[in-house]
């Protein structure tokens, strides 16, 4: 049976009854210990360390951790805007030239040019993006994405090296890449590789050699960033990361490196679930529980599912649940599955581990409709990446665990509005509607008289507005 982190059964009780559900709590005190072991890797010769703000983009957790040091990773220019309005009493978001945009997508070339004229740092992820900002930048100093030809994730869904990953330069492409960077003067004094997660120290090793391999070949890179990917254990099973066993072996290669090559490089990290995974977690409710016979499973249908994690349905994650009753009460265990509340079968929370595919039943707590459930290891990828209003369900709630024990709204639940602010119905929709064939009518009306069935066909914003509210 998995147990529960961040929060007791009181406070899971308390966020239920206090804030409704589905709820995402964050808690403060992990986010800062988290952010404190990141600033602790093992380097050579200085660290920045980044979050990877796409892990958890909420203003919340990026002011808590651009508060305890930590720079950012943007991975769209839509992220930057987020990151620069996380802003303190004085109006003052995340700075210009702390955030670094890695991103696959670019912002419109005026977009990008005003990005950069305010400060923030650009690392050009493919030669197109190379020659667009060596375009709109000729002679400055610009740092590149490489991909070293290695890649670590577990699956194909998570690894970004290798051949079957398109991120990054291809190592075996330097020589275009040069030649752009000399056709508009430009600098390569950045260098940055990202290669997925995983938590073998060897991996890491290996991936610094590869990435210094490339730095050799570069003669004005001053910075070298080794990307996120540092794999978090969410079930007690699963390890995390050491940082300092992953980052011995990598200052090690940067004093090598010093030796042959007379160049102190500044490291950077940017991990984006090492800091926040195991800081957040959901609380739902439970709202049914079925059953499919003697040769079947027993389900727990939440009123959670993709609509907040969809980790579970795409790589088949493991993220710890725990049944909590509504009121602390002794009860018996048994194997359930843990169903969200989208009709969609694959809409799971307990997939075979790295199989979706697989069903894998779980030892918990009998339940009764009403009860709370915890899913653990929920503040990385679930809040920022979930099916967002999939069968029209508002976007959940999140709050705060604060270091003051008190719970603190960081983003109110979405509400109908919200959902449907920027529809609009063009004039032709909404004039009335044809008469059918009386025939038709009726096979639509499932049999009721033209009168009946026609009062089903109230235009939906006229029914909406009769709702009490
Ligand atoms: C997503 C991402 C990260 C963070 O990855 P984690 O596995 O969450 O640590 C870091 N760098 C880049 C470029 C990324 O895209």
Redesign the pocket.
Known sequence: MERLSILSEDQVRAVQREFGTPTFVYDQKALESQAQKALAFPNAYGLTVRY?M??CPSAGVIRILNRAGLHI?A?SGFEIERAMRAMDLNGAGVPADQIQL?AQQLPDDSDLADLVRQGVLFNACSLHQLETYGRLFPGREVSVRVNPGLGSGHNNRTNTGGTAASFGIWHEHLDQMLATAAKYNLQITGLHS?IG?GSNPEVWQNCARLTLDVAAKLPEVQCVNL????KIGRMADEVSTDLCEAGQPVADEFIRFAREHGRELHLEI?????LVGNAGAIVCSVIDVVDTGQEGYSFIKVDSGMTEVLRPSMYGAQHPTVVVPATPEERGQDEYLIAGHCCESGDTLTPGSSDPEELVPRLLTEPRIGDAVFIGGSG?YCAGMAAKNYHSFPEAREVLLGTDGKFHELRRRQDPDQIVANESLPAQLRVQRIAQPVAQQVVQGHGRKNGQARHDHQPPSRRVAARPS
């Open positions: 990877a796409k892990a990773d991975s890695t990202h997660s990307g996120g990917g540092f940017e991990p984006g679930s090492f990385a």
